[in-house]
């Protein structure tokens, strides 16, 4: 009687088979263009960009997995859109960019955003500072938040500028444990090669 | 099932004018073994659950908190049934409490924002804790394997029955609204048996009702408040609910001490944590109920800060005006958080207060030079 | 070792080759091993922790039902069967007592973490369909959880830590009715869901440098014949005990 599960976990395995749009590699030294946008980076190394984006105006990168080391890009989100797609927007609509935000709404525009998408009150906005932003003045910022059923803490250092009424971000989240300290500078290094 | 049936009969039949000394609740015996396959393998998830649970990151460790939480609820059900119950107060910003098989619960800090005395807190710990008494975790599972099974197997072999399907997924739910309504009558009566009025489990319902009101009214839609429940709806609606709860307290007339006072005094720390969450969710409306209700004995410092951050958050142009002036209002108060002068400066220098901000701000840098946005905030003002 | 399978064995290999072909599906890697990785039998010391062991029942609906009584009987039988493999080999493995050490949280943390691991290597390596660019397989197996590792208290005398979770679902009768009944009407219905992953950690670097992830495991955990084919399979590959960089996930020898 075992034969049959071997059957059927196979079965299973074909008809859950995910459709990826595919990850494609990011080599190095090769101008990237973020969500079709003017907005490029140049990665110093091979980076991967994962098929399967959080949103209109977002893609995510990732050296070893979304879940170890990630950076997300967001390219030119206007007023009135959200960061990410809409959970549930009769009942949990996400808040959404403004022209007139201030460099200190930012941070806060994400924290109430991850905390509805992701379902947690464990998030914390800890430090920012003023920085070039592609050469816009813009910000940068850390944070850390906790997701449920996960129980690893996870920091993030974003860095985002307004232009021209619309938001430019790029963020960098990993566990705590090992991983952030392991690829922080991975993402400086891409970061700033950041071009609109 | 003997002790539940006259417990029940004893509720239905007590007299209009009674006090609550003539009513007893029945004996309890102390935590039971679990009986049978089904039992023992949903107190085994539940064991493995608190497992987890006791090193989770949103489980709240503070000791005055939680041992004041355990207090009411021992002062609601009493010593011989709180004894064994494990209480776990969590970091989630909904109305919410959870009840395991195995005696374990939890308490949602949305939940502690929203209930206003030890009265309406017994209330909703006793709903819970009359699940476990009246083992419902397990009746409940059996029932819906059932419904699940018929399904599938009608799935496979009809599947033009679409109409059989919907009527028997309505009777799985309507299982749980039967016990839900079962865990709201106990829940009264463990009021009426303690020193705490039993009408104030009525108040919780009529209070989130509201809440629904404004917040979907602040989104330009109407809340629906039926006295039917929806036909997928796990509960009974609020409104039945708060109907039948009100009919109880007046069948019951007891009296009693509702500690008010004393719970907002037990609170007084967590409060504006517990705040700062529900204002990140993007509820205005909701928001502004639940202050506006923590507000009914006056705004203090605290409450007109959560205030301005609510207006902030929205930041449609006029809000910070109004943002400012309870900012400002928060600061009289004596108020006297770093945030409320930030708070206030940014509000202002959105509202063409260019020279009065620049001021806010930097008294707010001269208070905590060592601000971790204070490179920012300079570099706002023009430093 | 890897050389010297008799013909039984040699038989079933090409049987399993020819499953694999036939259903690509099945073609989903399921072991990494770091490059060049070799673990000498009985020279470690390897500390194990609390293995994830989750048993019930698929009732016809699709439902899982937890059986406690399952659950505890094949945590007992893992438990045995780890014992015996791992002496075979001549390596002593220490339980973790997390409770004892006072590293409820921390171990707890790192838990999370190797599964966040484990995960990526299943999502983003094994799986050829969503394999990341710059994981590919000739690229080696480099995987860590840092450094840090060897900070949980109770860890001073250990060369690895293992890590174990195995989750199974086994289709009630009902459910097996109901599939056969579909199929004959040409409808499929999955039954049944047997996972399983076991890792090893080398304490002083991090570095995963063994992992097998498997969707489809064999052997009924709920009997101590089952567990031991079972955790067979979790060993799969084991450094020590198969050839080193033993890619493909052929069965493990069998069971007599």
């Known amino acids: 009687m075992k034969i049959p599960y071997r059957f059927a976990a196979a079965v299973l395995v074909v008809t859950s088979a995910p459709a990826h749009a595919g990850n494609r590699l990011m080599p190095a030294g090769t101008p990237a263009q973020i969500a079709g946008t003017p907005l490029s980076v140049t990665p110093p190394i091979d980076w991967n960009r994962l098929g399967l984006r959080p949103g209109k105006f977002a893609e995510t990168w990732t050296l070893d997995g979304d879940r170890l080391?990630?950076?997300?890009?967001?390219?030119?989100?206007?007023?009135?859109?959200?960061?990410?797609?809409?959970?549930?927007?009769?009942?949990?609509?996400?808040?959404?960019?403004?022209?007139?935000?201030?460099?200190?709404?930012?941070?806060?525009?994400?924290?109430?955003?991850?905390?509805?998408?992701?379902?947690?009150?464990?998030?914390?906005?800890?430090?920012?500072?003023?920085?070039?932003?592609?050469?816009?003045?813009?910000?940068?910022?850390?944070?850390?938040?906790?997701?449920?059923?996960?129980?690893l803490r996870r920091k993030g250092e974003g860095r985002a500028a307004l232009v021209g009424g619309k938001l430019y971000m790029m963020l960098y989240e990993a566990p705590a444990l090992h991983f952030y300290d392991r690829n922080v500078e991975d993402f400086h290094k891409l970061a700033d090669t950041v071009k609109f | 099932m003997k002790r539940a049936l006259l417990a029940l009969a004893m509720a239905l039949g007590l007299p209009g004018v009674g006090h609550a000394e003539t009513f007893t609740l029945p004996p309890f015996t102390q935590a039971y073994e679990p009986q049978g396959v089904d039992e023992r393998g949903a107190w085994m998830t539940a064991d493995e659950q608190e497992r987890l649970l006791r090193s989770s990151k949103f489980v709240i460790r503070d000791d005055g908190l939680n041992h004041y939480v355990r207090g009411v609820f021992c002062r609601t059900v009493g010593k011989d049934r709180c004894a064994n119950v494990r209480i776990y107060v969590m970091r989630m910003p909904e109305f919410n409490a959870t009840m395991y098989p195995n005696g374990m619960m939890t308490i949602w800090s949305g939940l502690l924002l929203r209930v206003q005395s030890e009265a309406e807190l017994g209330a909703v710990l006793g709903h819970e804790f009359g699940h476990f008494e009246k083992r419902h975790g397990v009746f409940g599972f059996k029932n819906k394997r059932t419904m699940s099974d018929v399904m599938a197997w009608i799935g496979v072999a009809a599947p033009q029955s679409a109409g059989f399907q919907y009527s028997l997924l309505g009777q799985v739910y309507a299982f749980n609204r039967e016990q839900e309504r079962e865990a709201d009558m106990i829940g009264v009566q463990y009021l009426a048996a303690s020193d705490y009025p039993s009408s104030a489990a009525a108040?919780?319902?009529?209070?989130?009702?509201?809440?629904?009101?404004?917040?979907?009214?602040?989104?330009?839609?109407?809340?629906?408040?039926?006295?039917?429940?929806?036909?997928?709806?796990?509960?009974?609606?609020?409104?039945?609910?708060?109907?039948?709860?009100?009919?109880?307290?007046?069948?019951?007339?007891?009296?009693?001490?509702?500690?008010?006072?004393?719970?907002?005094?037990?609170?007084?720390?967590?409060?504006?944590?517990?705040?700062?969450?529900?204002?990140k969710r993007n509820d205005f409306g909701g928001s502004d109920f639940i202050l506006s209700q923590l507000a009914s004995d006056g705004w203090s410092g605290p409450l007109l800060f959560a205030r301005a951050e609510l207006y902030s958050q929205r930041g449609n142009p006029r809000d910070y005006v109004t943002a400012a002036q309870f900012y400002a209002q928060?600061?009289?108060?004596?108020?006297?958080?770093?945030?409320?002068?930030?708070?206030?400066?940014?509000?202002?220098?959105?509202?063409?207060?260019?020279?009065?901000?620049?001021?806010?701000?930097?008294?707010?840098?001269?208070?905590?030079?060592?601000a971790s946005d204070a490179s920012l905030i300079s570099s706002l003002i023009g430093n | 070792m890897g050389g010297m399978m008799g013909g039984w064995k040699r038989l079933s290999a090409w049987a399993a080759c020819a499953l694999m072909m036939a259903s690509p599906g099945l073609a989903q890697e399921?072991?990494?091993?770091?490059?060049?990785?070799?673990?000498?039998?009985?020279?470690?010391?390897?500390?194990?922790?609390?293995?994830?062991?989750?048993?019930?029942?698929?009732?016809?609906?699709?439902?899982?039902?937890?059986?406690?009584?399952?659950?505890?009987?094949?945590?007992?039988?893992?438990?045995?069967?780890?014992?015996?493999?791992?002496?075979?080999l001549g390596n002593s493995v220490a339980a973790y007592d997390s409770e004892a050490e006072e590293a409820g949280a921390l171990s707890g943390e790192y838990r999370s973490l190797f599964t966040s691991v484990a995960d990526s290597v299943r999502e983003y390596q094994f799986f050829p369909g969503n394999r990341l660019p710059t994981k590919k397989r000739d690229k080696g197996f480099d995987w860590s959880i840092g450094t840090d590792v060897a900070d949980l208290p109770g860890l001073s005398n250990a060369d690895y830590v293992l890590f174990i979770s195995t989750e199974d679902h086994?289709?009630?009768?009902?459910?097996?009715?109901?599939?056969?009944?579909?199929?004959?009407g040409g409808v499929s219905v999955p039954t049944g869901l047997h996972k399983g992953y076991a890792g090893l950690v080398d304490v002083k670097t991090g570095e995963l440098v063994w992992l097998n992830a498997d969707l489809q495991m064999g052997g009924d955990v709920r009997t101590a014949d089952g567990a031991q084919k079972r955790v067979g399979q979790l060993f799969e590959g084991f450094p020590g005990r198969t050839m080193p960089l033993a890619q493909n996930a052929l069965p493990g020898p069998a069971q007599p």
């Not at chain 2, 958080?337 to 260019?354: N, S």
């Open chain 1, 69 to 151: 080391n990630k950076v997300v890009f967001f390219s030119g989100v206007p007023a009135g859109s959200p960061l990410f797609r809409e959970i549930d927007r009769k009942n949990r609509p996400l808040p959404t960019v403004s022209a007139a935000m201030l460099a200190t709404d930012i941070p806060v525009l994400l924290e109430s955003s991850y905390r509805i998408v992701m379902d947690t009150a464990l998030f914390q906005v800890d430090a920012m500072a003023p920085t070039s932003v592609g050469g816009h003045d813009g910000l940068r910022f850390s944070y850390s938040y906790t997701r449920q059923n996960d129980e």
């Open chain 2, 203 to 279: 108040r919780v319902w009529r209070r989130l009702m509201a809440e629904q009101d404004a917040s979907a009214s602040a989104r330009g839609r109407k809340a629906k408040h039926g006295y039917a429940a929806g036909y997928f709806a796990s509960h009974p609606s609020e409104l039945s609910r708060a109907t039948t709860l009100e009919a109880a307290a007046v069948r019951y007339g007891d009296e009693g001490d509702e500690g008010r006072a004393a719970y907002a005094q037990a609170l007084k720390d967590w409060l504006p944590e517990f705040l700062g969450d529900q204002i």
């Open chain 2, 330 to 370: 928060a600061i009289e108060k004596g108020y006297a958080a770093p945030k409320a002068l930030r708070g206030l400066g940014l509000a202002q220098l959105r509202t063409q207060q260019t020279e009065q901000g620049k001021a806010s701000l930097r008294q707010y840098l001269q208070q905590s030079p060592d």
């Open chain 3, 30 to 88: 399921k072991t990494g091993v770091k490059s060049g990785f070799i673990l000498p039998p009985g020279s470690a010391r390897i500390v194990l922790m609390r293995p994830s062991v989750i048993v019930g029942a698929q009732s016809t609906g699709g439902m899982f039902e937890p059986n406690a009584d399952w659950t505890d009987e094949a945590r007992r039988n893992i438990d045995r069967a780890i014992q015996d493999i791992q002496g075979q």
């Open chain 3, 170 to 184: 086994y289709g009630s009768t009902g459910r097996k009715m109901l599939q056969i009944f579909a199929a004959m």
